[in-house]
C-alpha cells in the first residue's frame, strides 16, 4: 500500500469519460463532441468534487491521444498572482496553434466564477478573438455569476452531487486496488461523510488507510472529524425537546471532546433538520437560527458562545412553538 505517498484523488481520477462514474447525460454528450471532432465552448457548473476538472482532462486525452498535454492547458482563474497574469497566460496559449496535427487547443479554466465582471468581459472577446485555434472550457461553482454574453456562447452543463451509487462504486474500485476492506457501515458513513463530493469521499478513504487496512464506520467519523448522524439526531432531539444542559453537553463533547469544527456541526445540523418529520413553521425557525449563527461565525463571532446561543435558540423556539 502507498498510502502515505501518492495523492489518490490524482492517482485513481479516470482517465476516460467513460470510467467516470455518475453524470451519464454529461458524459453521453461529451462523448459526442469526440465522435464528431467538433467542440463548442463549454461551461461546467456544479460544487466541488464531482467531476468538471476530470471530465475536462478526460475530454483533452479522447481529443487528443498521445499528444494531449501539447494542446491542453489549465489555469485558475483566482490564481494569486493576479489577474493579469491569468489574462496573459490565456492570451499566450490561446493565440498560438495547435500542434501534432489537432484542429483547435482546449484551455480549462477552472474557479471562472472568481473574475470580476470587467475580466469576464475580457475574457468573452479572447474567446472571440481565438475561436478557431481555442476552444474554452469554463467552470464555476454558481453559473449565475458569470456574464450572460459568455453563457450564451457556451455550451452549458450541470454537474450534480453524486448519487449514493456512484460514491459507493468509486469508492470500491479504489478500496479494492489498494488493498483495504470496507465495512458496508464504512461505505455509508463515506456516503454521508462525501455529501455527493467525490473528492472528500477519496480523502476519506486514503486518511482512513493510514491507520488501518480493514476500514470501519468509527475510523471514517474519526478520520474525517464529522458527528455521526445519530450524535446530529441526539443534539436535535434534546435541544427541541427543551433539555438544554443535556444538549451542551452533547455539544461540548462533539467541538471540545472530539474536535469538530463548529462550521461542521451546523451544516450537518442543516442536513438532519432539512430530512426531519416535523411541523413546518418549527422547522423554519430552527433553520432561520442556524442561518444566522452560520452567518455570526463567518463573520469572525466567538464559537463558543454562538453554538450555546444556537442550542438556546432551538430551546426557545420549540418552547414557544408548543
Ligand atoms: N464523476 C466522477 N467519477 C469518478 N471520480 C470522480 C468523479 N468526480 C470526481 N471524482 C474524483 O474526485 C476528484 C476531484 O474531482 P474533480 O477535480 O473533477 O472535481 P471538480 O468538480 O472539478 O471540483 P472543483 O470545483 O473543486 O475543482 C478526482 O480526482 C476524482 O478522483
Not at 158 to 164: C, E, K, T, V, Y
Not at 177 to 202: C, H, N, P, Q
Request: aromatic residues 6%.
Amino acid at each position: 500500500m502507498d498510502g502515505n505517498h501518492t495523492i489518490w484523488i490524482e492517482k485513481y481520477r479516470p482517465r476516460r469519460l467513460d470510467e467516470m462514474v455518475g453524470q451519464k447525460d454529461i458524459v453521453v454528450r461529451l462523448q459526442s463532441y469526440v465522435k464528431t471532432g467538433n467542440l463548442p465552448h463549454l461551461l461546467f457548473t456544479g460544487s466541488a468534487g464531482i467531476g468538471k476538472t476530470t471530465a475536462a482532462v478526460a475530454l483533452a486525452r479522447e481529443f487528443f491521444g498521445d499528444s494531449w498535454q501539447t494542446n491542453f492547458r489549465e489555469m485558475n482563474a483566482s490564481d494569486e498572482r493576479g489577474i493579469d497574469v491569468v489574462r496573459n497566460q490565456i492570451k499566450e496559449f490561446a493565440r498560438t496553434s495547435p500542434l501534432a496535427g489537432a484542429t483547435f487547443k482546449i484551455l480549462f479554466l477552472d474557479e471562472a466564477d472568481a473574475l470580476t465582471t470587467d475580466a469576464q468581459a475580457a475574457l468573452r472577446r479572447t474567446m472571440e478573438t481565438y475561436a478557431r485555434t481555442c476552444r474554452f472550457i469554463l467552470s464555476c461553482n454558481y453559473s449565475s455569476k458569470i456574464i450572460d454574453p459568455i453563457q450564451s456562447r457556451c455550451a452549458i452543463y450541470r454537474f450534480r452531487p453524486l448519487d449514493r451509487e456512484a460514491v459507493i462504486e468509486e469508492t470500491r474500485r479504489i478500496a479494492a486496488a489498494e488493498g483495504l476492506t470496507v465495512t458496508e457501515g464504512a461505505l455509508d458513513a463515506i456516503v454521508y461523510v462525501a455529501s455527493g463530493d467525490m473528492r472528500k469521499a477519496i480523502n476519506a478513504l486514503q486518511g482512513a488507510a493510514i491507520l488501518r487496512t480493514d476500514i470501519d464506520e468509527e475510523t471514517i467519523f474519526e478520520i474525517t472529524a464529522t458527528a455521526r448522524p445519530e450524535e446530529i439526531d441526539e443534539l436535535l432531539d434534546l435541544s427541541i425537546g427543551g433539555r438544554f444542559d443535556e444538549a451542551e453537553q452533547a455539544l461540548l463533547e462533539l467541538t471540545h471532546v472530539r474536535g469538530i469544527a463548529p462550521n461542521e456541526l451546523i451544516n450537518q445540523c442543516y442536513r438532519a433538520l432539512v430530512q426531519r418529520d416535523i411541523d413546518r413553521t418549527l422547522k423554519v425557525k430552527l433553520i432561520d437560527a442556524l442561518g444566522e449563527t452560520d452567518f455570526r461565525l463567518s463573520e469572525g463571532a466567538s464559537s463558543d458562545i454562538q453554538m450555546e446561543a444556537l442550542l438556546a435558540r432551538f430551546v426557545l423556539a420549540a418552547e414557544q412553538h408548543r
